[in-house]
């Protein structure tokens, strides 16, 4: 299963219109191939209300996803995807060349975390961290994994947080 709510508190190029472009793309891909190619079942879902306490993602991890978790490999969360990173100076953001710090929040599972990286290490990508999904900062990994792993489904939550989209909430 793969999640990423659509709406946005602005513009929402990062926050959050690219983990949705990133979703479909892997549709995209996925549906591309023969059935026999792909590595199962694959589920596809666009959530609402996240700045109203997360109330579409909460209704798929509490109503919709109780009645198939057992058979899911895997969940993950997208948001807040592909933002590029940014300096300040003179009290503007100046943009750089290179994407902002991804943090890939896994859950506490060997091989799983392990697979994630191993992944990630292949894919060469800069400036990404694996991180566990709760710690003594987070008891939930933020965004849309908090939400999914709020309800006991375990989550895989890609994300990026460049410092022009934070507020005071996070």
Request: glycine share 8%.
């Amino acid at each position: 299963l793969f999640a990423a709510h659509h709406d946005s508190p602005g513009a929402g190029a990062v926050d959050d219109a690219a983990s949705l472009v990133a979703m479909l793309e892997l549709a995209r891909h996925y549906s591309s191939l023969p059935v026999s190619q792909r590595p199962g079942r694959m589920v596809f879902a666009c959530t609402t209300g996240h700045y109203d306490g997360a109330v579409g993602t909460r209704m798929l991890a509490q109503e919709l996803l109780p009645r198939w978790r057992y058979k899911y490999r895997g969940i993950f969360a997208l948001e807040q995807l592909g933002a590029r990173a940014a300096r300040r100076e003179d009290g503007r953001l100046i943009p750089l060349d290179e994407p902002a710090r991804q943090d890939v929040f896994v859950p506490d599972h060997d091989r799983l975390r392990a697979a994630v990286q191993s992944a990630l290490e292949a894919a060469q990508l800069p400036n990404t961290l694996v991180v566990p999904d709760k710690t003594d900062v987070f008891a939930l990994p933020p965004g849309v994994g908090g939400a999914l792993c709020s309800a006991g489904l375990p989550t895989v939550q890609f994300m990026s947080a460049p410092p022009y989209i934070l507020t005071d909430e996070d």
